[in-house]
């Protein structure tokens, strides 16, 4: 009798884990039921319609590098009884892309709004599938219904301070497919380099990307690394980069910075500066590598004057620029920066001085949003629409322009009361380049963002009156690489809070607990292990976290 009892006991315990759903983000509903299904090399993903199709292939790669699974892919109209996974999209154009996943012991089903739901479907499978490599693939039974809460979930990367191949920029899209979240803000020109191929301009890549040294540790440094730093992406790249992600349901949205943070542009053609004749100048305290004659890329880090001259020929090189930008991103948004832009050579410049005169402008605020708005004009006329930092409200903003509140969230809550769009980016809850711990083992920009305060951020800010919510699109982390140099501290910087920030943006707020995500984190590191993920432990640090440490 007492060998039964155990023995029920040790089946019910198994049972029971077996049975535990840790997808993250949390689905909007899950109904656990009792039993598995089981992937093997007998199971076939049966997928009505092309963009099931590519969902089929996703998940059977996956199998297939991961657990070294191999598994069938039939196109509709086979008549597959068991051991099949069934892919069908309903064709509805629905933003926030339901899906539901069913799994019984015989097949499991995934029935999205769309093909962006059925691929949501297939990212909750393989977060159903063991963290084990060498273990049978199990997915427990389930019924889940489940969508998104916000339209908008992106995350960006910065490839100036630190370029970054094209292998990597793939592998981060990996990454924002796996977590549901839609778009890849791709910050592509600043003042330490211009990676951007644009054949009108040649000498924007042949020169602006690359610097001749990097200072070395945190700012103003400990001298200059006297390395060449550098690379660009080819036209041809940011087509595949593109078809890569849109293959994932993933939108890429190019930045191209202006007026400030422009150097890279301006040592490529120094017209394009209010003084094309002044050397370039960078932080006294900064060790600086090569020649000191002329227009330069900068090897620090920060904000410099030198920035566009807001002149004819300017705004034709930004046309021209943009015009081959829209050829290769077909985002209905192209960020145009707008942060950061000092206003000191716009003030010592005859022609801006005269221009702010012409035009009727209060001052060099209203130069930055004249700028800003002549861009705009020139890319809603091509049907695009622009995204800008939140200094671009200063001086008045854009008639259409999307603004992405990154210095608190007062930018957004200003841009959403004027009934324009907004996305959120605060730096104290969504910065990810912040250190995570006060442990911190490299060096990082500064702050301090825990993965509890990244899962307590609200994207809707107390402050906004309700009927101006829905000007909110969603939420984006941001990772500027400064100090960021490397895939593998990429990684680290980023998991396990981009986890935590999925969840912020698709599941209902009600059902965002911390206690409940803990639990499902915990797994969610073995999983990051499985995926092989370079993930920082300062969860487990008991700074961060005193009960860890009992
Ligand atoms: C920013 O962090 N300068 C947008």
């Known amino acids: 009798m007492r060998k039964i009892v155990l023995l029920v006991l040790v089946m019910n315990t198994l049972l029971t884990h077996a049975q535990e759903i840790n997808i993250i983000p949390k689905p909007v509903s899950v109904t656990v039921g009792v039993g598995s299904f089981t992937i093997n090399a007998n199971t076939k993903i049966v997928a009505k319609g092309t963009e099931c199709l590519k969902s089929a292939h996703f998940l059977a790669d996956y199998l297939r590098s991961v657990y070294g699974v191999s598994v069938g892919i039939v196109e509709s109209g086979s008549n597959q009884s068991g051991n099949t996974i069934n892919l069908s999209e309903a064709r509805k154009d629905e933003t926030h892309t339901r899906y539901s996943l069913t799994v019984s012991g015989k097949n499991v089903q995934i029935k999205g709004d769309n ?24 997915i427990p039974q389930v019924n889940i219904l489940d969508s998104a809460r916000f339209a908008y979930r992106g995350m960006m990367l910065d490839v ?38 644009i054949k009108k301009y040649p000498k924007l ?39 890569y992600a849109a293959a994932r349901y993933i939108t890429v949205v190019p930045e191209i910075e202006m007026p400030g943070h422009s150097s890279a542009a301006i040592a490529a053609y120094p017209q394009l500066s209010c003084f094309p004749e002044e050397s370039t100048k960078h932080p006294e305290k900064t060790a600086w590598n090569g020649p000191t004659e002329g227009k330069q890329v900068q090897q620090a880090w920060g904000v410099f004057e030198d920035v566009y001259a807001p002149t004819e020929y300017t705004f034709h090189f930004l046309q021209d620029v943009m015009d081959e930008v829209m050829q290769l991103f077909p985002s209905k948004y192209i960020h145009v920066g707008g942060d950061e832009c000092p206003k000191e050579s716009w003030k010592r410049s005859a022609f801006c001085q005269q221009l702010i005169k012409d035009k009727g402008l209060k001052d060099e605020h209203g130069l930055q949003s004249y700028f800003i708005q002549r861009i705009e004009k ?51 809850w969504v910065y990810f380049d912040h250190t995570q711990t006060k442990h911190e083992d490299s060096v990082t920009i500064g702050g301090y963002t825990t993965v509890q305060k990244v899962y307590g951020y609200e994207p809707v800010p107390k402050l906004l009156p309700e009927e101006n919510a829905h000007y909110v699109l969603g939420a984006q982390a941001n990772l ?71």
């Open 115 to 138: 093909g962006a739901g059925v691929f949501y479907g297939i990212q909750s499978i393989i977060q159903l599938l063991p963290v084990d490599k060498s273990s049978p693939l199990f």
């Open 205 to 243: 890549t042949e020169i602006g990307s690359h610097r001749n040294g990097t200072i070395i540790g945190r700012y103003p440094g400990k001298g200059n690394d006297g390395q060449t730093e550098g690379g660009f992406y080819t036209q041809d790249q940011i087509r595949e980069i593109v078809k």
């Open 480 to 550: 500027w690489t400064e100090y960021i140099s490397n895939a593998a501290k990429v990684e680290y910087m980023l998991f396990p809070r981009m986890s935590a920030l999925s969840e912020v943006l698709w599941s209902a707020k009600s059902q965002r607990n911390w206690d409940d995500f803990e639990k499902r984190l915990l797994v969610q590191f073995k999983r990051y292990e499985l995926w092989n993920f370079n993930y920082s432990k300062a969860y487990f640090d008991p700074i961060n976290n005193p009960d860890s440490a009992k």
């Open 378 to 428: 020139y890319l809603n006329s091509k049907g695009r629409r622009i995204i800008g930092w939140d200094e671009i409200l200063e001086g008045g903003l854009a008639p259409n322009a999307t603004v992405m509140s990154w210095r608190g969230e007062e930018g957004g809550i200003e841009a959403a009361k004027q009934k324009h769009q907004v996305i959120m980016t605060p730096g104290a």
């Open 160 to 197: 100036s301070r630190h370029f970054f191949p094209i292998s990597f920029v793939k592998q981060f899209i990996d990454f924002i497919a796996l977590y549901k979240m839609n778009t890849f803000h791709w910050h592509l020109t600043d003042d330490q380099g211009w990676r951007i191929e």
